[in-house]
């Protein structure tokens, strides 16, 4: 595998499942984000980890939880969502330095809540 | 409050003349410019960027132009093709050294064989 890989590519929920979307890069990086873009708007940072800690949250719910367990995986546990919360969820990568504006996005999870 | 913006929605040209995708921000302290582009079931891609301190970058079909003042920045294609067929992302960020990255809402391009 190359680039940057997610899984599920489309997911279909109820408001009280419990569900985790995964986001692996192969790019040795160590900056990873993940993104929502829902319909007719702009992509929206959520999260932000830099060697594996986090360092932006862009006052996102706490029905979304992110983890980095190192600086190839993230994780995006998603609980008890909104059906507001239907939307294209992006992952992307990059190398902290002089160029970390240049991102490596995954093909994105498109989540569907019921 | 929007700070990076792309008010055309969509934009048609025929292969071989000049695609021009416009975008406005509102944040003075912006520092990078960036440009992606997405496929239909693909993440975007990055394109080209720009310093503030330039007010032009060229890479092969593509240039991008900042005006600072107008705080206005564009992307020209020359000469457009089918495959550059997308929707077209600008974006703004802080810093280079920053991924914190404010997105316009995407022109889509349709390039006409």
């Known amino acids: 595998e190359t680039g940057v890989t997610q899984t599920p590519r489309h997911l279909v929920m109820g408001m009280t499942n419990k569900k985790s979307l995964k986001c692996e890069q192969h790019?040795?990086?160590?900056?990873m984000y993940w993104y929502k873009q829902s319909a007719k708007k702009p992509l929206e940072l959520m999260f932000v980890?830099?060697?594996?800690?986090?360092?932006e949250n862009n006052s996102v719910p706490s029905r979304f939880s992110p983890e980095c367990p190192n600086s190839s995986h993230l994780f995006l546990h998603l609980h008890t969502l909104q059906p507001e919360d239907s939307a294209l969820y992006l992952c992307?990568?990059?190398?902290?330095?002089?160029?970390?504006?240049?991102?490596?996005f995954g093909p994105g999870t498109r989540l569907t809540v019921t | 409050d929007q700070q990076v913006k792309q008010n055309s929605p969509s934009l048609s040209v025929q292969e071989g003349r000049i695609s021009i995708l416009n975008c406005d921000y509102t944040?003075?302290?912006?520092?990078?410019f960036l440009w992606y582009k997405k496929y239909p079931a693909e993440g975007p891609t990055f394109l080209i960027s720009i310093s503030s301190i330039k007010d032009k970058n060229e890479d092969g079909r593509f240039t991008v132009f900042l005006n600072k003042s107008a705080k206005h920045l564009s992307l020209h294609i020359v000469p457009s093709q089918p495959g550059d067929s997308a929707v077209y992302f600008c974006?703004?960020?802080?810093?280079?050294?920053?991924?914190?990255?404010?997105f316009g809402q995407g022109t889509t391009l349709q390039v006409k064989p």
């Open positions: 790019l040795g990086h160590n900056a």
């Open positions: 992307a990568s990059s190398q902290e330095g002089t160029r970390a504006y240049e991102q490596y």
């Open positions: 980890y830099n060697f594996k800690e986090q360092t």
């Open positions: 974006a703004a960020s802080g810093s280079s050294n920053t991924g914190k990255l404010i």
């Open positions: 944040n003075s302290m912006f520092d990078y």
